[in-house]
């Protein structure tokens, strides 16, 4: 249920350009953990059940920081060849 709230999120925050599948985000999650650029903890939800908890580590916001800034330089290439086009 938790998952689905964030796909949900992911989707609206993203003007219904982005649609995650709830069964695509365990496994990014699970391998973001085991990377180490998240980390998980179990907590209760709103409604008082069982959840568990991501936020990012500070090796996780360095690859993040990493990853923007080639996401950034993709981008403004790929906004170069359409120009001139």
């Given at each position: 249920?938790?998952?689905?709230?964030?796909?949900?999120?992911?989707?609206?925050?993203?003007?219904?350009?982005?649609?995650?599948?709830?069964?695509?985000?365990?496994?990014?999650?699970?391998?973001?953990?085991?990377?180490?650029?998240i980390?998980?903890?179990?907590?209760?939800?709103?409604?008082?059940?069982?959840?568990?908890?991501?936020?990012?580590?500070?090796r996780?916001?360095?690859?993040?920081?990493?990853?923007?800034?080639?996401?950034?330089?993709?981008?403004?290439?790929?906004a170069?060849?359409?120009?001139?086009?």
């Amino acid at each position: 249920m938790y998952i689905l709230r964030h796909a949900q999120r992911i989707q609206q925050v993203s003007k219904e350009v982005l649609q995650v599948q709830q069964g695509s985000l365990y496994p990014a999650l699970y391998r973001l953990e085991q990377q180490g650029w998240i980390a998980a903890e179990w907590g209760a939800s709103e409604n008082n059940r069982r959840a568990k908890f991501y936020r990012l580590t500070n090796r996780g916001r360095k690859q993040l920081e990493r990853e923007v800034s080639n996401w950034t330089r993709l981008a403004a290439a790929i906004a170069q060849v359409l120009e001139t086009a």
